[in-house]
């Protein structure tokens, strides 16, 4: 089975600072998924950025970006910039490519990030 | 991407009732799940509807506890029977894939806050 890891309860950063958010997993696949999800206190859970197993790049979405390291089962998430509007719960999740039709997601427990104006 | 409606958003029910949450889909998926996410917890997989076909449960929880209905592929409810204060928490459908289609993303309704007194 799949595990996800996030060793970093909560996290704090100046506005229009950077930091990083740490999560590694565990898994015998090859092919996956990667998520990084944030949740506001809306409740919503909203997909920050993905990234591919078989791609060597790391994805970015704007001031969004991971450091993937496959042979480590490291995926950390970076904020550039930071926002006001960037606090929130984040998770790490995993999700097989394997076309099994039971391609769930796994979650690790979460990081709170603060910003401080 | 999928637009997902859950109701209710919230609801505070007596001990030994039931409820049930509908989600609701804006276009035809192949995957819906159901996340049960304890206060100040993380996500945890509860189980999949399968269109047409008994809910895949994951370990700990029991269709009689939790009776999934899915009739079609935009669709489904989750029941939570015979409450306690013990499931008090946030309920979130989740849904996406396009069958034979690995590249898909997984997209969250707002969640049901459910307490039970």
């Known amino acids: 089975a799949q595990t996800v890891t996030q060793s970093q309860p909560e996290m704090s950063v100046q506005e229009a600072e950077t930091v990083t958010l740490s999560c590694t997993y565990d898994?015998?696949?090859?092919?996956?998924?990667l998520f990084w999800y944030k949740q506001p206190p809306s409740r919503q859970m909203i997909l920050v950025i993905r990234?591919?197993?078989?791609?060597?790049q790391n994805a970015t979405e704007n001031r969004f970006s991971v450091n993937f390291q496959k042979a480590a089962k490291s995926f950390s998430l970076k904020i550039s910039d930071s926002q006001l509007g960037d606090a929130a719960m984040y998770f790490c999740?995993?999700?097989?490519?394997?076309?099994?039709?039971?391609?769930?997601?796994?979650f690790g427990t979460g990081t709170r990030l603060t910003i401080i104006p | 991407s999928a637009v997902i409606s859950q109701k209710p958003s919230r609801d505070i029910c007596q001990r030994g009732t039931s409820l049930t949450i509908q989600c609701q889909v804006d276009?035809?998926?192949?995957?819906m799940f159901w996340y049960r996410q304890q206060p100040g917890q993380s996500l945890t997989l509860i189980a999949t509807?399968?269109?047409?076909?008994?809910?895949?449960?994951e370990s700990g929880f029991v269709i009689d506890k939790f009776p999934i209905s899915r009739p079609n592929l935009t669709f489904s409810t989750l029941t939570v029977s015979n409450m306690s204060p013990e499931d008090s928490s946030i309920y979130l459908c989740?849904?996406?894939?396009?069958?034979?289609?690995?590249?898909?993303?997984?997209?969250f309704g707002s969640g049901t806050q459910l307490s039970v007194l």
């Open positions: 999740a995993y999700r097989s490519a394997m076309l099994s039709g039971n391609e769930k997601l796994t």
């Open positions: 990234q591919e197993a078989y791609k060597q």
């Open positions: 989740s849904a996406g894939g396009v069958w034979g289609i690995k590249n898909e993303k997984l997209f």
């Open positions: 276009s035809q998926v192949t995957m």
């Open positions: 898994t015998s696949e090859s092919d996956y998924y």
């Open positions: 509807a399968n269109q047409g076909s008994e809910a895949t449960y």
